[in-house]
C-alpha cells in the first residue's frame, strides 16, 4: 500500500515537472519570437517607466536581442521631460540592460544582470540650502534600481553639469564607472576628468555603506599620475605659454551624509614649466603630504 502511494505521488511529481518544463520553454519561444517586435510596444514601456519614477520618458528607440540570461535591451535616445521646478535636467544616449529572467521570475521583481549606461547627460542645479531631494520620486527609482536591484552597473562617456544660483558651471566628465553592491557595502572604480581645469583623467576608488545617496558614509580615494593643469593655470595666467604642468597627487577622503571629513593628500614631485617674452622658468616642489580637518 505505501509503495503504492509513493509510485503513485512520483508519478504525479513527475507529471507536473514536465508541465512545468513545457510552459517555460512556450514562455522562452513566445519571448524570443516577440523580442524583434518589442519596439512596437515603445509607448507602452514609456507609460510604465513613466509610472516607476514619476517623470515623463520618451524612447527614441527600442531594440532586443536574447542571451545566455534573457532578454537583452537596448534603449536608444532616452529623455525624462521634468518640470521647470525640477533642478535637473537627464538624457541617456544609449541604455544596455540584460534581463535575469529566471531571478526574475523567482524574487518576482525584474533583476538585471547587466546594466550600462553610455553617453549621460545630467545637469544638476545646486542649492546647498535646500534639503528633501531623497522625497523626488526619480530619486527613490534610481536608488531602488542602482542599489537594491542592480548587483553591478556601469557608466561611460558621460557628463554630469553642475549650476549653482549665479549660473556659473562647471562640468564633470565620466570616462567609466564600474560600480558593485555587496551585502555589506558597495564600492565604485572609474576615471573622470573636469573640463577647463585638466586635460587627463584621475583615478578614483570609493567605499561606502547605506542604502540612499545621501546617507552614504565612506572614504573616496583620490590619484593623479602626471595630471596636466595646462589648461586651468592658462586662463588664470594671461600673456604666458604653459609648457608643461604636471600634478602627482593621492588624496584619501572621508565622506558621511553628503559632507566630506578628515583627508590625507599626498603631493608627489611636481613640475610647472612656462615660458613668457621668450624666458623659459620652471618650479619644481618635492614631495609633501598634507591632513586637512574640517
Known sequence: MVRRIVHYTLRKLWLALAVLLVLAAVLLSVVRYTLPYLDNYREDIEV??????????????????WSSFGPSLVLQDLELTVSDDDPFDLSIERTHLVLNLWQSLWQRE???????????????????????????????????LLLVQLESFQVVNSELVL??????????????????????ARQGTGRFRV???????????????GQRFMDMQGELYLEADELDLSPWLETLIADVE????????????????????????????????????????SLVSSPVTWGLWP
Open 48 to 65: 510604465y517607466v513613466a509610472e516607476q519614477i514619476g517623470q515623463q520618458v520618451r524612447i527614441g528607440s527600442l531594440s532586443a536581442d
Open 110 to 144: 525584474w533583476m538585471l544582470e547587466d546594466f550600462v549606461l553610455d553617453g549621460v547627460q545630467f545637469s544638476h542645479q545646486v542649492d546647498w540650502q535646500v534639503t528633501g531631494s531623497d522625497d523626488i520620486p526619480l530619486v527613490e527609482a534610481l536608488e531602488h
Open 163 to 184: 549650476r549653482d544660483s549665479r549660473g556659473t558651471e562647471r562640468t564633470l566628465f565620466v570616462e567609466q564607472l564600474s560600480w558593485v553592491n555587496r551585502a555589506t
Open 195 to 209: 573640463s577647463d581645469l585638466t586635460a587627463n583623467s584621475l583615478h578614483f576608488v570609493i567605499n561606502a555603506q
Open 242 to 281: 604653459i609648457t608643461r604642468a604636471e600634478l602627482n597627487v593621492n588624496a584619501w577622503i572621508d565622506f558621511a551624509a553628503g559632507r566630506l571629513g578628515n583627508a590625507q593628500v599626498h603631493f608627489g614631485q611636481n613640475r610647472l614649466v612656462w615660458q613668457r617674452e621668450g624666458v623659459s622658468h
